[in-house]
C-alpha cells in the first residue's frame, strides 16, 4: 500500500435494491472512522441477494474494499475489527513477476493455461500455447454438428478446445479464492470484453455468448505479447533427462513433432483421461482424489423465481433468480453450477457416454432453470464400489456414462426422472418436458445411480423442498448423468515451488492437476504455476487448497 495508506474490507453492508451505489461507498468509509473525501480508492468487492425473506425484505448485503490513511484505530473500529465486520485485505498483486525468461510450454487453452500464457508472457517468457481443440469459431461448429446428431468430436465439444470446459457453462465466476491475483485476471477479464460488475457480483454469471466474443480479443492480446498458439495439436508425451534436481522434460511431444522447452505447465483440465494416461507412463505422480457425482434437476424458472423472491413485484429487478442449496444429511449433497434461464447440453468427449451439464446466455432467456445437484465421493468410496488405484475414479465415471447411455437408448437422449417419482421410487410417466436438446427418456435414475449417490439426492430433496416450495414435486425432473463437476485425478506438487513431485521444471496446474474448482481458481492457479516456472519455481505464493 505504501506508507501511510491502509486497506479494509468492509462487510455486512447493506443496499436497498433502489438505492445508489454511491451511499454504500459512503457508509463504507464511516464505518471505518474515515471522512468519504479522504479516501483513495474503493470498490464493491462483492454483492449477493438477501432473499431469505422470500419476497418480504429483499435486498442486497455488500462487501467494499477502502484504501484509506492510516491513523489510530478508535475503539469502534477495534469491535468491528474483533467482529469480522472490518478485515484488513492485501493489496493486489500483479500477474508479472521477475523471470529469468526462457521458453515456456504451457499444455490447455481454458482458463488455467490462458492465465498461465499470460503470466508467462508478461514476465518476460517465450511462450508457446497448445491446445488439442480449436479455436472457438471452429469449435463452436463442431459442437453445434455434435448437437445436430453428429457423432461427437474427441477434441473439439463441450470440454475440450479454445477456452475450455467453461466456455459452455456459461462462465460462472462463483468461486473466488480470496488470491492477491484475483483483482488481476477480473481486469483481465474485463478488458476482454466481460461485465464490468463481475469483479463484484456473487452470482456472476458472464454468459456463454459473451465468452465466445471474449475468447478471441483475449487471444490478442496474447498474440500481441508473443504468444504462440498451437490449436488442434494434441500432447501425447514427454522426452525427459535426469539431473540434480530431478527429472526434467526436455521436450513436449505433440501431433506435429516435438517442442523443446525450458518449463512446461501442464493445465489440462478435469476430462483429459488420455493425458492423465501418458502422464503416468512417463512417471509423473498421480493420486485419486474426492469428485462430485449426481444428476442434473430441471424447474421451470418462473418456479424457482418465485420460490426465492416471493411474490415481491420489486423481485422482477433482479432478473431470474438462481439458487445455493447445501445439505447436510447422514450423506451430505449440493447443488452446483446452477444456471437460471438456462438449458442442459450433452457434456460429451468420448462416443458411447452420457454426461450432461448446464448452460445459459448472458440474457438468462430461457423459460428453464438448471443445476447439478450432486454428492461428494472419496476414494474410499470409489474402492466400495469395486474401482482402485489412481485412476479409480475415472473408470467410475466411464462406468455411470456408459450405463446412462445405455438407458437412454443409445441416442444421447438422457434418463429422466420426475422429482417425486424419485422419492417414490416409480419410473415417470406423461411427456418429460426438458430443456435439453437430445431429449429425455424415461427410466428409473434412483436405480441408475449408486446407493451413496441416491440416497444423497434423496436426503437433499426433502431439505431443498423446503427452502423452495415445489423443488422436489412433479415440476422438478432429474437428468442425469452429471460426472464431470469436478476431476477425479491429483497431479502431486510441491506447495511453495509448484513443480511436480520428482521433476524440476514440470508444473501441473488447475482443475487437470487437482488444484482448483472453477474459472477463477484455475485461472489463479494457471497464472501462479506460470510465475514459478519463469522465476525458477522459487515463487512463495500460496495454491488454493486441494
Given at each position: 500500500?505504501?506508507?501511510g495508506?491502509v ?7 447493506r ?21 468519504p ?7 464493491f468487492a462483492?454483492r449477493s ?22 491513523g ?7 469491535r ?7 478485515a484488513a485485505?492485501p493489496?493486489?498483486a500483479?500477474?508479472?513477476?521477475e ?8 499444455v ?15 514476465s ?13 469459431e471452429?469449435?463452436?461448429r ?14 473439439n ?19 473466488r479464492v ?12 474485463v478488458?476482454?470484453g ?12 458472464i454468459?456463454t455468448?459473451?465468452l465466445h ?7 490478442a492480446?496474447?498474440?500481441e505479447?508473443?504468444?504462440?498458439f498451437l490449436?488442434?495439436v ?9 539431473g ?40 509423473v ?16 424458472q ?7 423472491y416471493?411474490?415481491?413485484p420489486?423481485?422482477?429487478?433482479l ?6 442449496l447445501?445439505?447436510r444429511?447422514e450423506v ?17 468427449s ?7 451439464n ?14 447439478a445437484?450432486?454428492t ?15 485412476m479409480?475414479g ?11 447411455f445405455?438407458?437412454?437408448?443409445g ?13 417414490e421410487?416409480?419410473?415417470?410417466s ?10 429425455a ?5 434412483d ?11 434423496e ?16 415440476e422438478g ?13 491429483r497431479l502431486p506438487?510441491?506447495r511453495?515451488s509448484?513443480?511436480?513431485?520428482g ?14 474448482g472453477?474459472?477463477?481458481s ?9 510465475q514459478?516456472?519463469?522465476s525458477g519455481g ?6 488454493p487448497?486441494?
Amino acid at each position: 500500500m505504501g506508507r501511510g495508506w491502509v486497506a479494509w474490507r468492509v462487510s455486512g453492508l447493506r443496499q436497498e435494491l433502489d438505492e445508489p451505489d454511491r451511499e454504500v461507498l459512503i457508509r463504507a468509509a464511516r464505518t471505518v472512522g474515515v471522512d468519504p473525501g479522504d479516501v483513495r480508492s474503493q470498490r464493491f468487492a462483492r454483492r449477493s441477494v438477501d432473499a431469505r425473506g422470500r419476497g418480504r425484505d429483499l435486498h442486497f448485503v455488500c462487501q467494499v474494499d477502502l484504501v484509506v490513511p492510516d491513523g489510530p484505530r478508535g475503539p469502534k473500529l477495534r469491535r468491528l475489527l474483533r467482529s469480522g465486520k472490518v478485515a484488513a485485505t492485501p493489496a493486489p498483486a500483479t500477474l508479472e513477476v521477475e523471470g529469468a525468461g526462457g521458453r515456456l510450454v504451457v499444455v490447455g487453452a481454458g482458463p488455467g493455461g490462458l492465465f498461465a500464457a499470460l503470466a508467462g508472457a508478461l514476465s518476460g517468457a517465450d511462450v508457446t500455447l497448445v491446445e488439442r481443440g480449436e479455436a472457438i469459431e471452429h469449435r463452436g461448429r463442431k459442437v453445434v454438428a455434435f448437437h445436430r446428431g453428429a457423432e461427437p468430436d474427441l477434441d473439439n465439444n463441450l470440454l475440450f478446445g479454445d477456452g475450455g470446459a467453461g466456455t459452455y457453462s456459461d462462465g460462472k465466476l462463483y468461486t473466488r479464492v480470496s488470491d492477491a491475483l484475483e483483482t488481476a485476471v477480473i481486469d483481465e477479464l474485463v478488458r476482454a470484453g466481460a461485465p464490468a460488475d463481475i469483479a463484484f457480483d456473487a452470482r456472476a454469471h458472464i454468459g456463454t455468448d459473451v465468452l465466445h466474443r471474449m475468447l478471441p480479443r483475449l487471444r490478442a492480446r496474447l498474440e500481441e505479447l508473443g504468444v504462440r498458439f498451437l490449436y488442434g495439436v494434441r500432447a501425447v508425451g514427454v522426452e525427459c533427462h535426469d539431473g540434480v534436481a530431478g527429472r526434467g522434460v526436455r521436450a513436449l511431444r505433440t501431433t506435429q513433432g516435438d517442442l523443446e522447452l525450458d518449463a512446461l505447465v501442464l493445465s489440462i483440465g478435469h476430462s483429459a483421461r488420455d493425458t492423465w494416461g501418458w502422464l503416468a507412463e512417463a512417471g509423473v505422480v498421480m493420486e485419486a482424489k474426492p469428485f462430485q457425482v449426481g444428476v442434473r434437476i430441471e424447474h421451470p424458472q418462473e418456479l424457482i423465481t418465485r420460490g426465492r423472491y416471493g411474490a415481491d413485484p420489486r423481485g422482477g429487478v433482479l432478473g431470474p433468480a438462481s439458487y445455493n442449496l447445501q445439505s447436510r444429511g447422514e450423506v451430505p449433497a449440493h447443488s452446483f453450477c446452477m444456471c437460471p434461464g438456462g438449458r442442459i447440453v450433452a457434456s460429451v468427449s468420448e462416443p458411447g457416454g452420457l454426461c450432461t451439464n448446464g448452460m445459459s446466455n448472458s440474457r438468462h432467456s430461457s423459460r428453464w432453470a438448471n443445476a447439478a445437484l450432486v454428492t461428494t465421493l472419496d476414494p474410499a468410496a470409489v474402492a466400495s464400489l469395486g474401482f482402485t488405484g489412481p485412476m479409480a475414479g475415472v473408470d467410475l465415471q466411464r462406468d455411470l456414462e456408459r450405463r446412462f447411455f445405455d438407458a437412454g437408448g443409445g441416442t444421447y437422449a438422457a434418463p429422466a426422472q420426475r422429482a417425486s417419482d424419485f422419492l417414490e421410487g416409480r419410473r415417470s410417466s406423461g411427456e418429460l418436458r426438458t430443456s435439453y436438446g437430445f431429449g429425455a427418456t424415461a427410466a428409473r435414475v434412483d436405480q441408475l445411480l449408486p446407493g451413496r449417490v441416491r440416497d444423497a439426492i434423496e436426503g437433499a430433496l426433502g431439505r431443498f423442498e423446503r427452502a423452495i416450495p415445489g423443488f422436489a414435486g412433479g415440476e422438478g425432473l432429474l437428468v442425469g448423468i452429471e460426472t464431470r463437476s469436478s476431476g477425479p485425478v491429483r497431479l502431486p506438487r510441491d506447495r511453495g515451488s509448484f513443480r511436480a513431485q520428482g521433476f524440476s521444471n514440470l508444473y501441473p496446474a488447475g482443475e487437470g492437476a487437482g488444484y482448483a474448482g472453477g474459472i477463477m481458481s484455475a485461472a489463479i492457479d494457471g497464472a501462479r504455476a506460470a510465475q514459478a516456472a519463469v522465476s525458477g519455481g522459487n515463487r512463495s505464493g500460496t495454491a488454493p487448497a486441494p
